[in-house]
Antibody
Framework: QLQLQESGPGLVKPSETLSLTCTVS??????????WGWIRQPPGKGLEWIGN???????YYNPSLKSRVTISIDTSKNQFSLKVRSVTAPDTAVYYC????????????WGQGTLVTVSS | QTVVTQEPSISVSPGGTVTLTCGLS?????????PSWYQQTPGQAPRTLIY???TRSSGVPDRFSGSILGNKAALTITGAQGDDESDYYC??????????FGGGTKLTVL
């Protein structure tokens, strides 16, 4: 059974960079059938798509975050990563990594999520 | 900026039928938007109910169904049960590799 696990600091200071990694187990991140994505959810609010990456390194970003976000992939480690620069309090959220099927557009596997708080 | 709209909250009686909708600020939703629906309970990651408009995810009861109704995507729950009380999110493909989630619908079963 495929598993995704987010890791990274739970507390980031304002104006600094939020960095998270998603480790994929029991499945290959190099599959041509899937994208790998990041989604976040501020406390008590809805889901927001941040962006996706393909095994080839092609990336797609939410236009509202594009200027501050970078998603990268390391196929040798079966991991992909998220960086959000110049964070402020509204970036406080549970961050999820997920797999997106190319065919049909199903975010079919999710990590458990990790809470990142932006505070000094 | 494309906005995906959902009812903020809906109530249904146990055993009743309810339809949640998912609209697009820029126009009509079609199968080309690959609408999918997710159920989320507090403290948990979302889980897929429906993808590609009307394909039920593995293990999802057949009381959940997806469709296009008019100019919106729709999730219908037939014979609602108490444990269907959750938050429901739709997500749409809006082109150029971009996806947009709706604001979510809080479903109450009472």
């Amino acid at each position: 059974q495929l598993q995704l696990q987010e890791s990274g600091p739970g507390l980031v200071k304002p104006s600094e960079t939020l960095s998270l990694t998603c480790t994929v187990s029991d499945g290959s991140i190099s599959s041509t059938s899937y994208y790998w994505g990041w989604i976040r959810q501020p406390p008590g609010k809805g889901l927001e798509w941040i962006g996706n990456i393909y095994y080839s390194g092609s990336t797609y970003y939410n236009p509202s975050l594009k200027s501050r976000v970078t998603i990268s992939i390391d196929t040798s480690k079966n991991q992909f990563s998220l960086k959000v620069r110049s964070v402020t309090a509204p970036d406080t959220a549970v961050y999820y990594c997920a797999r997106l099927a190319v065919a049909g557009g199903d975010f079919d596997y999710w990590g458990q999520g990790t809470l990142v708080t932006v505070s000094s | 900026q494309t906005v995906v709209t959902q009812e903020p909250s809906i109530s249904v009686s146990p055993g009743g039928t309810v339809t949640l909708t998912c609209g697009l600020s820029s126009g009509s939703v079609s199968t080309s938007n690959y609408p999918s629906w997710y159920q989320q309970t507090p403290g948990q990651a979302p889980r897929t109910l429906i993808y590609n408009t009307n394909t039920r995810s593995s293990g999802v009861p057949d009381r959940f169904s997806g469709s296009i109704l008019g100019n919106k995507a729709a999730l219908t729950i037939t014979g609602a049960q108490g444990d269907d009380e959750s938050d429901y999110y739709c997500v749409l493909y809006v082109g150029s590799g971009l996806w947009v989630f709706g604001g979510g619908t809080k479903l109450t079963v009472l």
